[in-house]
């Protein structure tokens, strides 16, 4: 069976792969388990020095795998997806990103954890939760706004629609655009270069860079309860269904206070 996280180490560079290509790496369970158990030790591994997020395929991730999702729903903070986001928040190893293809959902998210993004110019970015009847996650709505700006992250969150590379460069989700064929080896070797770095100091300039950690994490957590509430919505069983249907989701009967 085909590994669906390829996790390398070398030079210092620990290299998580999502290698899903024919689902767009959209992501289970276990690949989330697999990604936070290699970040978690990561944090004690001296010879780690750096963590690179990469996709296969030409694309990054198209985010959660629905219908892993839909048979075990993450109803609370030990779900395998949270298991990840906290580690992602918590980790002192500075983080790369190399995006080709679809971002969608957590692979826009996890992208505010990164401490350096390069992404493609076809790459392509979305925050469709609004549209699920569901929450944003991975501390989004505390992380967005604090680099696009409040009116910027709002539009995004509440509309859900797509963006491309330069825009997300503009709004400081991504570092460079860069063409396909240079991906790989732009983010490699800026993850080697920083590899090379004074470690300790490198993880300290990260932590306080990232002092408000505990406020990011304060909002993960807040942002799970929301979330959980959310999927015994009518909205958002509204929004699965027509998923399954391959229909466009009608929410017009719903009100408010259901």
């Known amino acids: 069976m085909i590994d669906l996280i390829i996790i390398e180490k070398d030079a210092g560079v620990l290299r998580l792969r999502m290698n899903r290509a024919d689902k767009k790496n959209a992501l289970t369970r276990d690949m989330y388990t697999a990604m936070a158990y290699a970040i978690e030790t990561a944090e004690q591994d001296s010879e780690v020095r750096v963590i690179l997020f990469e996709g296969t395929g030409g694309c990054f991730s198209a985010g959660n795998d629905l219908k892993d999702f839909q048979e075990q729903p993450p109803r609370d903070k030990a779900a395998p997806v949270y298991r990840f986001i906290t580690a992602l928040a918590r980790s002192t190893v500075p983080m790369v990103a190399a995006v080709d293809g679809v971002a969608v959902g957590i692979g826009t998210t996890m992208l505010l954890h990164c401490d350096l993004v390069y992404a493609t110019d076809r790459a392509r970015f979305q925050l469709p939760f609004i549209n699920l009847g569901l929450l944003p996650e991975a501390g989004s709505t505390y992380l967005l706004p604090k680099l696009a700006g409040t009116a910027r992250a709002s539009e995004l969150l509440m509309t859900g629609r797509p963006f491309k590379a330069p825009e997300a ?72 269904q027509a998923f399954q249907e391959k229909r466009k989701p009608d929410f017009s009967k719903i009100t408010a206070s259901q």
């Open 169 to 240: 460069k503009e709004l400081g989700i991504i570092n460079w655009v860069c063409a396909p064929e240079e991906l790989t080896d732009s983010a490699l070797q800026s993850a080697r270069e920083l590899a090379e770095k004074p470690p300790q100091t490198l993880r300290q300039i990260k932590s306080l860079l990232k002092s408000d950690s505990g406020k990011v994490e304060d909002r993960i957590q807040w942002e799970i309860l929301e979330f959980s509430e959310r999927l015994g919505s009518a909205e958002c069983k509204e929004a699965l």
